[in-house]
């Protein structure tokens, strides 16, 4: 072959070459793109919410009387038995103090009272003396009435003053019952703080419990909101019982999610702090909402919605009064459907659409979307079990386009 024919084609394989190399230069890299495949199984409808234990029902333990308690020794957590364990000891208040106008007239009512006793205990020892008499003078006649000497009408005389005596007797014991009362009554107006104090203080010391308050129901102690020794007002509360076994959970939801829970729905109790769910079951939507201000200032209704467990105790026995959960309500499902996740999904002209992957390239595909949650969706149409899906698809990614998957 001439040199000249060989210099040409030389020039045109280079010149060829050079022209792959351009097109490759300018060939889009394939788009790394991640992959889910399309499965079968159930897709749950969950509305979550925020909420919190409570134990059903919780005993305010009140002071019965006004006046002084003493240190209460009960600890939260402590185990109390109804009627038998003391929450508290509680002595009646002090008297006030005496002016001296009061004390001399109350003074004056005791040396009265003491008149009065004196004149009462005379009338008894009198009653007495002549109820004496009479017996005597009973018996006198019923011997005579043996022997003949007297008639019925004296004994019979007789035997009515000795029953007069007798109740005479009985009248003057009242009266001087009465009486003592009256004094003592007139006696202790002249107590003062002082002595009450000696009194109570010796009442400590013998351990006796003067007004005992006792535990209502069988449970625990959940808080003592009075722990200090000190004088206080009647029904001021004193501790809170409880029993911790008898919990239920209280969910806070938007009115708007509320109307689609039915009691009886089934729900999954979440990041409660143990590493398993808990199966709990909707018992009572509450009839009436309320107001809350969200944390964006936003004025929200709300409904409390009342959860029951399901599990055993043993499975959630670490949790107590007032510990924060979250609530998710299954008020729908969609069982052995095919499913994709909810980022594979998107709109094209108006049609719920996803990328399928296919021989390193993506395949737009329009769907039937039924039911979704917040992380999966109901496939009706469109796609085969097993197919694999691109999530998340970026504006990279086109029909047709050559992608590949993201290597973690």
Known sequence: MPFKNIKTIAKIGLGLLLLALLVYAFIPEAEEVDLEAVR?????????????????DIYTVSAPIEGRVMRIESEPGDRVHAGETVIANMTPA????LDKRSETQAKADVRGAEAVKWQATTQVERAQAELEFAQAEYRRNEE?????NVSIARLEEAELQLKMRQAALRATEADLQVAESQLESARARLVQPGAAEAAKERDIHDHICQVCVHAPVNGKVL??????????AIGTPLAE???PANLEIVVEMLSRDAVKVQPGDRALIRRWGGEEEIDARVRLVEPSGFTKISALGVEEQRVNVILDFID????WQSLGDAFRVEAGIIVDRAENVLSV????LFRENGQWSVFVFSEGRAKLSPVDVGRKNDRDAEIIDGLQEGEKVIVHPGNNVAD??????RKL
Do not use: Q, Y
């Open 223 to 232: 808080r003592v909101m009075h722990k200090s020794e000190g004088v206080i």
């Open 341 to 344: 996740p909810v980022s594979a």
């Open 94 to 97: 002090d008297p006030n103090f």
């Open 312 to 315: 055993p105790p043993e499975k």
């Open 144 to 148: 005579l009435f043996k022997k003949g």
């Open 400 to 405: 047709d386009g050559r992608v590949v998957e």
């Open 241 to 243: 019982i409880g029993d």
């Open 40 to 56: 079968r199984g159930d897709v749950l409808i969950v509305l979550e919410a925020e909420g919190k234990t409570r134990i059903r």
